[in-house]
């Protein structure tokens, strides 16, 4: 099977050069400042977008199916749409915004799930031939998906999941009903997708490089425990990739090693990521504006970030949910079984759930205050902003600063307002901290 | 030991000097067109002459407010909150909740025994702030220090129902012409403030007392207005303005005394 015209290249065409420039740059300057697993990960990364290039050139079917171990064990290339879109920034993002604004795209919505429309649409961004959809929290990125499969025409199979926590309730119906619903999905994608397979095998070698993977994450966030954290504020923003969506899953895992034990090592040396002495440390929630750099800023001001409570990697730690492989009622779950339940990642449910998740990893971190961004649009965390205030005050006795703003629309920034704010909460956490000492 | 707080303000400059516990003398004094280091300046060095010093007897100063860059007088870079919160203290040590209202920021701050708990400010918006009053006062030709004494004067108030400053030019003007008065009109604006202000309050936690500091807090209208929103006795500093100061006053000298 071919695209009938190969469009939608350049994003991954320009991350191609981006990330040899990268590489080039390591191999014969390395900064010292910087982990040496750097290396392996843009090595990776690049195997990834050069994976996708030359598959795409080649017709081979690009899309979701479920997550990524299914995607890739029915032979598609891992469709990133959405990790993507957030990497948008400066002159590119300015240019979609404008996109959405002239063809009268909603505007007011979080601005992270609808670039991807315009990258898609204009052509900058490879279009799916196939895509999954489920209901979860996020209804912007459920409407997106769903947009860019009608405007475009791309088949799309919708996954209804619970809202209740299947997955730890280790409730045996509701795993059957989500895993029929797959198995349909896989036959779905079969039938209109011509050239993709299902194999089991993959799935299963899939699935054990995820858990690898994950176990690898739960080292990095034991290390995320000590004080000072080793871990610069801006890298728990991170959201990569589970392992099985690269082209060499085994060489994510050796970047996780390797970068495990430089961080290891950084906790033996009593080194933190902060400048000076680490004075603070906080949760940010939810995102933030990243092009303003905050994370180098607070860094400066000796305040650590240890962890975000976005990046969906959360839901194993903070969350306490089962990862790929672990029993279920003491027995071990078939493939389609355990894509069904690492399909609960439904991250708010009725609300209880991201509070307590965002208390958990301040629990777990020892954290002194929680940033919480009030993403425009966002309407699950903007709508329990006061309940994290609240909570966080009488559960942990710290206080909460809640600042709105967009993630990627650099229109809508005030810098002197943005960073007066910060600046004061650092300054009340500091006295609260001091005072309960 | 001698400290100096300096509050930098949009428009205005507010010196304090401090001894443990003793006010020695402040000053107040707007920019102008004048460089803000050099009002900064002069007004330590007034405060200087009145409290009988000279500028070797300062040991250390602090500077807050949103023009604190503006000056190198001071060794202390100090954030708003805490400043607040010292300051209210020292005259009311009973304060649980600040509100402080200047030219162009509402800032609210939770706070317990003079230590910041919590606070909340307005977005770079001047529809909750003292521009705001005086764009009003400008078109209705009335002075901002006669808003006072004219609010009392409406038998009852009208609504303004944009909440843009910008916007609530025209408004105003469309109320002038269905012939409601000025003085109507100026307790509606100080409703609208009000209104403005407490979301804040609330996200801090409304409890008493409550004090209210920086310019407006010395328009009694205004005050009158808050309490009626929020249901709450309000206090007021003999100078409201110089609160800031003061807080930062005193937090240089818990840092520097040893």
């Known amino acids: 099977m071919g695209n009938a015209e190969i469009t939608g290249l350049k994003y991954i065409e320009n991350e191609i050069a981006i990330l040899q420039r990268r590489i080039m740059k390591i191999r014969g300057n390395p900064d010292p400042r910087r982990p040496k697993a750097n290396l392996l990960l843009y090595e990776a990364e690049l195997e990834f977008r050069e994976e996708q290039l030359e598959g795409i050139k080649a017709g081979k079917p690009f899309g979701r199916v479920g997550g990524g171990s299914l995607t890739k064990s029915l032979g598609f290339l891992y469709w990133d749409g959405i990790q993507s879109a957030d990497r948008t920034h400066g002159e590119s993002a300015k240019r979609y915004f404008e996109m959405i604004r002239k063809e009268g795209m909603a505007e007011h919505t979080c601005d992270r799930t609808i670039i991807i429309l315009p990258m898609v649409l204009s052509g900058d961004f490879p279009k799916p031939n196939f895509l999954f959809n489920t209901n979860f929290e996020c209804v912007p990125i459920f409407l997106s998906l769903n947009s860019i499969a009608c405007m475009l025409d791309i088949p799309v199979f919708m996954v209804d999941r619970h809202f209740d926590a299947y997955s730890l309730m280790e409730d045996d119906d509701k795993l059957n009903y989500l895993t029929n619903q797959i198995e349909k999905l896989i036959a779905y994608a079969e039938e209109k997708v011509p050239g993709c397979k299902y194999n089991e095998d993959k799935l299963i070698e899939l699935q054990h490089y995820d858990r690898l993977f994950i176990q690898k994450n739960q080292e990095l966030y034991d290390l995320r425990k000590n004080i000072p954290c080793p871990i610069p504020g801006r890298d728990a923003f991170r959201e990569l990739r589970l392992a099985s969506v690269y082209p060499n899953p085994q060489k994510i895992i050796d970047y996780m090693t390797v970068y495990v034990d430089e961080m290891a090592e950084k906790v033996a040396k009593g080194q933190g990521a902060v400048e000076g002495e680490e004075k603070i440390r906080l949760l940010w929630s939810v995102s933030g504006p990243f092009f303003a750099d905050p994370f180098g800023w607070l860094a400066k001001k000796g305040v650590a970030v240890p962890a975000s409570e976005m990046s969906i990697f959360n839901m194993w730690f903070s969350r306490r949910q089962p990862i790929w492989e672990d029993p279920w009622k003491g027995r071990k779950l078939a493939p389609l079984e355990e894509e069904a339940r690492q399909l609960d990642w439904v991250w708010g449910r009725l609300g209880d759930w991201w509070i307590q998740t965002n208390i958990n990893t301040c629990k777990d971190l020892k954290l002194d205050g929680i940033i919480y961004f009030m993403q425009w649009g966002c309407s699950v965390t903007n709508a329990l902003g006061g309940v994290m205030v609240e909570t966080a005050e009488k559960e942990l006795g710290i206080p909460t600063l809640l600042i709105e703003g967009r993630m990627l629309d650099e229109s809508t920034f005030d810098r002197q307002d943005f960073f007066g704010k910060l600046e004061d909460f650092i300054s009340i956490c500091t006295e609260r901290k001091q005072s309960r000492r | ?258």
């Open chain 2, 1 to 258: 030991m001698i400290t100096a707080g300096i509050d930098l303000g949009c428009e205005w400059a507010k010196i304090v000097l401090w001894e443990e516990g003793k006010i020695l003398s402040y000053v107040i004094h707007p920019y102008g067109m004048e460089a803000i280091s050099a009002v900064a300046q002069r007004g330590f060095d007034e405060a200087l002459t009145k409290a009988g010093l000279h500028v070797g007897q300062v040991q250390s100063a602090g500077v807050v407010g949103s023009r604190r860059d503006a000056t190198s007088l001071a060794s202390d870079l100090l954030t708003e909150s805490i400043c607040c919160a010292r300051g209210s203290a020292r005259l009311f040590p009973q304060t649980r909740t600040i509100i402080d209202l200047g030219a162009e920021k509402c800032l609210v701050v939770g706070c317990e025994e003079g230590r910041p708990l919590r606070s909340a400010r307005n977005d770079r918006c001047a529809a909750g702030t003292g521009r705001y009053l005086r764009m009003v006062s400008k078109l209705l030709n009335v002075p901002v220090e006669e808003t006072e004494p004219l609010s009392q004067q409406a038998e009852k108030d009208v609504d303004i129902e944009t909440t843009c400053a910008v916007f609530a030019e025209s408004e105003i003007i469309s109320l002038l012409h269905q012939k409601h008065t000025p003085a109507e009109i100026i307790r509606g604006v100080f409703k609208g403030l009000a209104q403005r202000s407490y979301p804040l309050l609330l996200n801090v936690g409304l409890k008493s007392d409550v004090v209210m500091i920086g310019g407006l807090a010395r328009n009694g209208g205004l005050v009158k207005a808050i309490e009626e929103v929020a249901k709450a006795k309000i206090w007021v500093p003999e100078e409201p303005a110089i609160v800031g100061a003061l807080g930062a006053a005193i937090v240089t000298w818990e840092r520097h005394r040893g």
